[in-house]
């Protein structure tokens, strides 16, 4: 049967404006990184991404690694694209990066022009689309010059593949070094994604005050901190989830015994607040006037509806963001 989006879609969802762009993402974007690969199950993925664009998800956030194996998350989200979404590329904002190990030899892996300009490439044909929107380098990389990463990124907009530059992990100095020469090359840094949530607060440091003051956007990966913000593991590791599998990108010794105390404490907030912890974590996160979007990841539809629910209590009284903080800093 032909997929239809829900005619309501766009009726529960809040958009921000990406820095002083004139694109608007919404506060809950879809990452790609697990559970979309070949090795994952397409239909469940499908139904994941049918129920996210329904809802008013307009942006997944891919990159040419996402998988296994690497490359997968995009096969499968070109075939969900080719077969269900055409009709609607035009309400739907693709993002893909460049920048870590991809393929074999000196090529595949940092921000050599060669390796940005192959991805890019790559990922278009995976993706079956003439175009992403927005494309990032994945992370900076201390053995190319940082001009050359960044010629190639506006050369890749220039020649209409993507529509948009972003950048991914860059130390501060490199950050405006970066925003500064996209900027008086005419095609300025859209947006930034970086790590972000209760438990992994660096870029309060410097990189937020940043994106604002240059106008830019600021997407949060990680903002449930791979689940341990949510109350899964308050009481040891349940099967299947990330920390009992192999891949190892959520370790089971992160789960620290602080980890469980201060997710313990702040869920006795959000049952005040009549939030989910993973709920709570998600509005703190969007609560910061930086940050444009979460980008969360979502083992299946359950999930995903749970953590869209985030958005009907995203306001924080005073006392509630004083005793979040004082469990943070504990
Ligand atoms: N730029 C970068 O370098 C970079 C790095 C990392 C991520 N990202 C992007 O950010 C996206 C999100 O990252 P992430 O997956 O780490 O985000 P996350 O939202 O912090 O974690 C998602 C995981 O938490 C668990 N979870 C989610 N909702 C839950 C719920 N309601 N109840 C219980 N458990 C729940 C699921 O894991 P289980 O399998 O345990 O259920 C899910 O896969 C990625 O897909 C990618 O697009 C970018």
Not at 218 to 242: C, E, N, W
Not at 250 to 275: P, Y
């Amino acid at each position: 049967m032909i997929y239809k989006a829900n005619e309501q879609r766009y009726s529960s969802m809040s958009y921000n404006k990406c820095g002083n762009s004139g694109l608007w993402l919404p506060a809950v974007s879809l990452g790609l990184w697990h559970n979309f690969g070949g090795t994952d199950c397409y239909e469940n993925g499908l139904e994941i991404v049918k129920y996210a664009f329904d809802h008013g998800i307009t942006h997944f956030d891919l990159a040419n690694n996402y998988g296994p194996p690497a490359g997968s998350a995009e096969e499968n989200f070109g075939r969900m694209l080719k077969k269900e979404f055409a009709p609607y590329r035009d309400e739907i904002i693709i993002t893909s990066k460049a920048g870590h190990l991809m393929w074999d030899g000196p090529y595949g892996d940092g921000g050599s022009r060669k390796y940005i300009m192959a991805s890019i490439d790559q990922t278009l044909k995976r993706l079956q689309t003439d175009y992403v929107d927005i494309f990032y380098s994945h992370r900076y990389d201390p053995n190319t010059p940082l001009d050359e990463t960044l010629q190639a990124l506006c050369d890749i907009v220039r020649q209409g593949k993507a529509l948009y530059i972003g950048l991914s992990k860059y130390p501060i100095d490199k950050l405006l070094y970066a925003f500064n020469f996209l900027k008086n090359a005419g095609t300025p840094c859209l947006v930034y994604q970086d790590k972000y949530n209760m438990l992994a607060r660096n870029v309060e440091e410097h990189h937020l005050h940043a994106v604002e003051t240059h106008g830019t956007g600021f997407v949060a990966f990680s903002p449930l901190a791979q689940g341990m913000l949510t109350d899964k593991y308050l009481h040891g590791i349940p099967k299947g989830s990330r920390a009992e599998r192999p891949e190892g990108f959520l370790k089971a010794e992160q789960i620290t015994d602080k980890v469980i105390t201060t997710v313990t404490r702040l869920q006795e907030i959000a049952q005040k607040r009549g939030q989910s912890t993973g709920q709570l974590a998600l509005a703190w996160v969007l609560h910061h006037t930086a940050v444009t979007s979460v980008i969360i990841g979502a083992r299946d539809v359950e999930q995903l509806k749970e953590n869209m629910e985030t958005l009907n209590h995203l306001s924080f009284t005073d006392d509630e963001i004083k005793k979040i903080e004082e469990i943070l800093q504990a």
